[in-house]
């Protein structure tokens, strides 16, 4: 049967016009109907490979459908070159990478399907395989009972997620947050770059294959990333940045890459493709990463932005800051953080979040318990605080302990965080009135 559209699903581009959806449609007649009290033209579409009965058609649609204007040059023009500002250019190439990386093997006409013959990768994804079960049976599988019991109220699965300090963890946050459409992270590291298979294949397998299961190893054994580490990795290293790490959890939890593209957050607060950035201007690069959840097919996108958070390089940063000016009931992650926003030199994120966020989801490194005690806030507190661990010990919260006193925190039921089982792990879940997240 043939299909009907309205005028409106169609646009034009070069010597054709397609159907919105993107669907390889030809139109090769017009067909007037009547509604109730008005006549007006649908298009009859059939598959066609005659380009000059689709020119035909194309030609005699534009003469009956008189109310409605041709489109000019430039407009035509920028329909042919100009993608939509926020549109993702979708290609293989970085679920091909991520799933090499991560030791799983390649979808069909793979360029790593050689490589990936080799003992070096064989040995590297028995040991993927055997490190991701572990993690599966002893944290993953709890993780996201809590998050169905726990975190799928609103303002939670709509939101933006907002990640400070988070290394290149996606897996945490999309274990936490696997519905939300939006996930903004923001870290030193660099962004980096996408491997090539021609790149991979100079280098030694075998020691960079090692050197990649080693930049995932804290977040697998530990379920942080420690900061001296990916000093060490992350900056040239091993990769030069957090794209490469990124692309591996989110392919190993379950996730295929559509796409990438580099961008930056420019001096108006907008998300712009990267380009050449003018002299005297802060970078804010970052990578776009457009993903889809396997088990639902529901489309993500993943920002990763390499921004100072101190209160020095933030004053100065006008870009970022207009970009959180825009932001709103937003849900914040904080997790690891080495407790910088305890310190009066992390204000002014510590600040923006309070203000943006509808909900935070964090362990005793995020905000200090203290901002959150009076209203608009309602808390509720999960596992066990006795002291930060380690060199942290010192920032203890005396407020925090006396909370957890109280009946009404719930168990825990993995363990997270700074002392991984070592010492019990804590989190606290903050979500603004219903009224205050309206203003």
């Given at each position: 049967m043939p299909?009907?559209?309205?005028?409106?699903?169609?646009?034009y581009a070069g010597p054709r016009f397609?159907?919105?959806?993107?669907?390889?449609?030809?139109?090769?007649?017009?067909?007037?109907?009547?509604?109730?009290?008005?006549?007006?033209?649908?298009?009859?579409?059939?598959?066609?490979?005659?380009?000059?009965?689709?020119?035909?058609a194309c030609l005699a649609l534009l003469l009956l459908s008189c109310s409605h204007s041709s489109p000019t040059v430039a407009q035509t023009a920028a329909a042919q070159t100009e993608p939509p500002p926020d549109a993702v250019p979708h290609s293989r190439e970085a679920n091909d990478v991520g799933r090499f990386l991560a030791g799983l093997p390649g979808t069909p006409d793979s360029p790593f399907s050689e490589l990936e013959q080799q003992p070096a990768w064989i040995l590297h994804r028995q040991a993927l395989d055997k490190a991701w079960a572990s993690i599966e049976a002893k944290n993953l599988a709890s993780m996201r009972e809590f998050q169905a019991k726990e975190l799928t109220s609103p303002p939670i699965p709509d939101s933006l997620v907002f990640y400070p300090f988070s290394g290149p963890d996606a897996l945490m946050l999309t274990v936490f947050f696997p519905h939300n459409p939006t996930y903004v992270l923001v870290a030193l590291e660099p962004p980096g770059t996408l491997p090539t298979p021609k790149q991979m294949a100079g280098k030694n397998l075998a020691?960079?294959?090692?050197?990649?299961?080693?930049?995932?190893?804290?977040?697998?054994?530990?379920?942080?990333?420690?900061?001296?580490?990916?000093?060490?990795?992350?900056?040239?290293?091993v990769t030069d940045g957090l794209f490469s790490p990124i692309l591996e959890l989110l392919v190993r939890s379950n996730h295929t890459i559509l796409g990438h593209r580099m961008v930056r957050i420019g001096p108006d607060g907008k998300i712009v493709a990267r380009g050449v950035i003018p002299p005297g201007e802060i970078g804010n690069r970052g990578v776009q990463i457009e993903f889809q959840t396997d088990s639902d097919h529901s489309i993500h996108q993943l920002y990763y932005f390499s921004i100072n958070l101190s209160d020095e390089k933030m004053k100065d940063n006008k870009g970022f800051l207009t970009y959180l000016d825009g932001l709103k009931g937003v849900t914040t992650y904080f997790k690891a953080t080495s407790y910088m926003t305890h310190h009066a030199d992390f204000s002014i994120i510590r600040d923006q979040v309070l203000?943006?966020?509808?909900?935070?989801l964090q362990d005793d490194s995020g905000i200090p318990y203290h901002y959150f005690r009076d209203q608009p806030w309602r808390v509720q507190l999960y596992g066990e605080y006795v002291r930060p661990y380690g060199s942290f010990k010192w920032l203890e919260q005396p407020d925090l302990r006396k909370a957890y006193e109280e009946p009404d925190r719930k168990p825990l039921p993995f363990q997270i965080g700074?002392?991984?089982?070592?010492?019990?792990?804590?989190?606290?879940?903050?979500?603004?009135?219903?009224?205050?997240?309206?203003?």
């Open positions: 299909r009907r559209f309205n005028f409106q699903d169609v646009q397609y159907y919105r959806s993107g669907l390889q449609s030809i139109y090769i007649g017009i067909k007037s109907s009547m509604s109730s009290s008005t006549k007006r033209n649908e298009i009859i579409c059939q598959p066609c490979l005659d380009w000059r009965k689709t020119l035909g020691k960079t294959l090692e050197e990649t299961r080693t930049t995932l190893s804290d977040v697998l054994q530990r379920s942080f990333f420690i900061t001296r580490q990916m000093d060490r990795q992350f900056r040239g290293q203000a943006k966020s509808a909900a935070v700074y002392g991984f089982r070592r010492m019990p792990s804590n989190l606290l879940f903050a979500s603004k009135t219903t009224e205050a997240r309206k203003d």
